[in-house]
């Protein structure tokens, strides 16, 4: 027994205690009296009220967040190339040995099919209205353009291909092989299909051709060169 412990229990010598005026009590009634004057001391909680308690107040948790491993970088997505490159690099140009109208003939089936299939088949009895308006939205790299009209004398009666289309210029492929940079102002163009001629008011049509499937055009109006 540790001599701190054997000091407590010990008991009082009898002059000292004759002189304090207390009596030494034996061992079963000093642990009696020691239990009664903790309960009496020391508060009791009850259920409810410990509830209450840790309702009422916040509980402070300890929490150590993670430390960062600097040396490993979040990827970056790679950006695409703005405008401005792709023009230094030359990403638009057709190199002179492309410039063959044969090679464009493929692409052209294509696109017939696909204007046959969007405009529901072409047949005799299909709206024009309905067939202008599929048109308008249509994307028409691979179509058989042919300028009809032009404030530029020299571009009217020009046909051909077209390989790329941009905001502002049509650019084609002719039977002789030469590329065409045509501008879509002041310019009207004819496209046929199975028959079917639709008239293109390049005017309104100086959008691209991820822009012009979302617009909404009007049916009716006046068209001005």
């Known amino acids: 027994m540790p001599v701190s412990e054997a000091l407590v229990r010990a008991k009082i010598p009898q002059d000292l205690a004759k002189d304090l005026g207390v009596e030494s009590l034996s061992r079963t009634h000093a642990r009696a009296f020691a239990q009664a004057f903790l309960k009496n001391s020391i508060r009791q909680h009850r259920h409810h009220e410990m509830k209450d ?19 490993k970088r979040k990827s970056k997505k790679a950006k695409g190339l703005n405008a401005q490159q792709k023009r230094e690099r030359k990403v638009f140009q057709i190199k ?4 063959r109208y044969e090679l464009f003939l493929p692409l052209h089936e294509l696109w017939r099919q696909y204007v046959i299939d969007l405009c529901g088949g072409l047949k005799p009895t299909s709206n024009p209205q309905l067939v202008q308006q599929k048109l308008l939205k249509a994307d028409f790299h691979g179509a058989i353009i042919t300028v009809v009209r032009s404030k530029c004398p020299s571009y009217v009666g020009t046909t051909g291909i077209l390989v790329q289309e941009f905001k502002h210029v049509f650019k084609i492929i002719t039977k002789e092989n030469k590329l065409k940079v045509i501008p879509k102002r002041n310019s009207v163009f004819a496209v046929e299909v199975n028959g079917f001629v639709s008239h293109i008011y390049g005017s309104k049509f100086e959008q691209r051709a991820s822009e012009r ?8 109006g006046t068209i001005d060169l």
Do not use: C
């Not at 309702?55 to 960062?68: D, E, Q, S, T, V």
């Not at 499937?213 to 009716?220: G, L, P, Q, T």
């Open 213 to 220: 499937s979302a617009k909404k055009f009007k049916v009716r």
């Open 96 to 99: 002179p040995e492309h410039q």
């Open 53 to 71: 308690m840790l309702k009422h107040k916040a509980l402070i948790l300890g929490y150590a967040r993670p430390k960062k491993d600097k040396s």
